[in-house]
């Protein structure tokens, strides 16, 4: 029961690319917006019943949970490591939402456990596999959506940190710094062999391998299961920092992981995809130099172009129009499902190309949707959602027992 002392109003605070504080009344809005979008799609035919999804507490990892949940029917399991509310502090935002998400499930009668803890851990994999055993039985699809700037690995305990760094050469690009909202020249130095190793031991392919291999080895992962991790390419000028970067060098061993767990999963009449989705908002996004101002310019051309998609759009897309619904997936010549496709069209990369020039931190708000870029940053903790009076006092620490 919330004591009105602990009620307090609660405004965003925002340190670099992060919100510290987090709306429990607002993510709730959030992720019911999101729910509201699936259910006015309609119902996904074969879609997974039981589906595991590896960092589910926000962005494409939620999206994936509430597109099988409300789209199919499905029972779910959320992993993810989110802080709960402490000391008047607020929680995470992720926290709230799988608060939420649990909720509104239970409300429509679907099955949801949620797990807080690290993901890289054995014991969560334990944790979660006895969950299945329990509840499920076994799982028919599983979304492994992590993003993490470091991972403990289980074995060797060693931590690994990853960095967003070149490789061979100083980058030099225009950036937006979002604090400031000025555009501005950001040179990066090259990552280090070890700094490049220690990103594809956080980012790669091994701790997916992992969970797959867990899951096979108990026993709770079906014949036919589907598998898919998600990934971004995006246009060439992010490639240095991203693609052909520390990033990119983990990003290409999870593709090669892809490969590896079809190979695994065939017997089972199971497969592994990768999904290359389309560059937006998310809390991991925010922290890529120069993709902050990329993502600005784009949202202003696909918008013109009606063609803009958010997590829970892209995410709807990848299981109806990819995955399940008697769909084939949009391949590409690597094997990667594309539903980054609209993103990079050649006339919607020829006008950012043709903007990204121009743009200056004079010019920023009319060249570009820098204005949708902050207003969906603040979504994602729960600040500006239509029909929340954020004036009103709210308990924090809701959640908790």
Known sequence: MTSTENLVVIEPRIRGFICITAHPVGCAAHVQEQIDYVKKQGPIKDAPKKVLVIGASTGYGLASRISAAYGGGAATVGVYFEKPPANGKTATAGWYNSLAFDSKAKEAGLYSHSINGDAFSDDIKAQTIEVIKRDLGQVDMVVYSLASPQRMHPKSQTLFKSVLKPIGHTFTAKTLDTDKELVKEISIEPANEKEIADTKEVMGGEDWQMWIDALRQANVLADGAITVAYSYIGPEVTWPIYRDGSIGVAKLDVETTAKKLNEDLAASGGKAYVSINKALVTQ????????????????????????????????????????????????????RIRIDDKEMEADVQAKVDALWPQVTTENLKQISDYESYRSEFLKLFGFGLAGVDYSVPVDPSMGQN
Do not use: W
Not at 307 to 327: P, S
């Open 284 to 335: 991991a996004s925010s922290a890529i130099p120069v993709v902050p101002l990329y993502i600005s310019l784009l949202y202003k051309v696909m918008k013109e172009k009606n063609t803009h998609e958010g997590c829970i759009e892209q995410i709807y897309r990848l299981f109806a129009a990819n995955l399940y619904n008697g769909a084939k997936p949009n391949l590409d010549a690597a094997g």
